[in-house]
């Protein structure tokens, strides 16, 4: 067995990679800009060397966290709307191939999920849902302690559940969706009506006086300072991402809601918004559920790949366990 396993978390802006033990303490890591504008051969090549600066020669497996859509039990990644040339890429193969490590692959969004299950606000919970509120909405789901991917390996775009059936295509998600009206965008178009309509000076103000600047931050900033009109914008955020956790709780049931993501940063001045708008319209049994902030911060998606390669590693040492990777890992 490995006393150590190595994790990639990589997106548009960066690459990370760090060496990280069993306890999900992180022993040594990496971070250099992905550059995506060169194309999937470049990015792969800068992946295997900001691993490879993290080891130690000992490690037998690498987990990585990859943006989607992808399929996790081929370990290809689909399409990339923010990084060109990335479409059937073969991405496990590839970087098991450079690193010579036995890889397995996953949405950023579900390693997440169980990053937090395995080392943050999850521990303990054997069913859980998490959702990362952002400048989109993604998830992932715990299930009898393994994560849920589905026939595909696409479960849980829980961004994607529709919160109202007549929504215009007025956003860059599906239309109705939760992610097209409660994501970051969403609350700063709100907020943008609201100068339209010669309100949220204040929130215009940190905008520099520019409207088209407006985002979610700056609406934060301001219902933390107690702006009636930020606080109304968050208000109707609130409303709709409570009922995407009422839908979440009464489909999945999990015993904690989990929430991370730059819009969760706000704190208990939206959660607890949220909270309210579970505990008035969910049905009885799933009031209580906790709804509480991610733990793990930026490195949800580091300890969520770095949590797939120790299961790698489990299945390869015994084979009764481990069932989450039987499908994904390549030797």
């Known amino acids: ?27 040594q890591r990496e971070r250099v800009p992905t550059y995506a504008h060169e194309g999937p051969d470049a990015v792969i090549s800068r992946i295997a060397e900001c691993a490879k600066r993290v080891m130690c020669g000992s490690e037998r497996f690498i987990g990585v966290a990859s943006p989607g859509p992808l399929d996790p039990y081929n370990g290809v990644v689909l399409g990339l709307p923010n990084l060109p040339g990335w479409t059937n890429v073969h991405l496990r193969d590839r970087v098991a191939s450079a690193t010579g490590l036995s890889c397995a692959i996953n949405n950023d969004a579900n390693l997440a999920a169980l990053g937090e299950h395995r080392y943050g606000a999850g521990r303990g919970h054997n069913h859980l849902v998490y959702f990362t509120w952002s400048t989109g909405i993604g998830g992932g789901v715990i299930i009898n302690n393994q994560l849920l991917l589905g026939a595909h390996g696409f479960a849980a775009e829980l961004g994607l559940i529709s919160v109202n059936v007549d929504g215009a295509i007025d956003h860059t998600s599906l239309p109705g969706s939760l992610e097209g009206y409660a994501a970051g965008p969403g609350i700063a178009r709100l907020a943008q009506a609201m100068v339209t309509d010669g309100r949220a000076a204040r929130i215009l103000t940190l905008a520099q006086g520019d409207a088209g600047r407006i985002t979610a931050r700056e609406v934060g900033i301001a219902a933390n300072e107690g702006d009636l009109d930020a606080l109304t914008i968050l208000d109707r955020a609130a409303w709709i991402m409570g009922h995407g956790c009422i839908n979440a709780l009464h489909t999945f049931d999990p015993s904690i809601i989990i929430i991370g993501g730059s819009v969760s940063i706000m704190g208990d001045v939206l959660l607890d918004r949220v909270r309210r708008v579970v505990r008035e319209r969910a049905l009885p049994p799933y009031r209580a559920t906790p709804i509480e902030v991610a733990a793990l911060g930026d490195d949800c998606g580091i300890l969520g790949a770095a949590a797939l390669a120790w299961e790698m590693n489990d299945s390869d040492g015994d084979p009764g366990s481990g069932a989450l990777v039987h499908a994904l890992i390549r030797h």
Do not use: K, P, S, Y
């Open 1 to 27: 067995m490995a006393d150590v396993v190595i994790a990639i978390d990589f997106g548009g802006t960066n690459i990370r990679a760090a060496a990280v033990d069993r306890t999900g303490r992180i022993l």
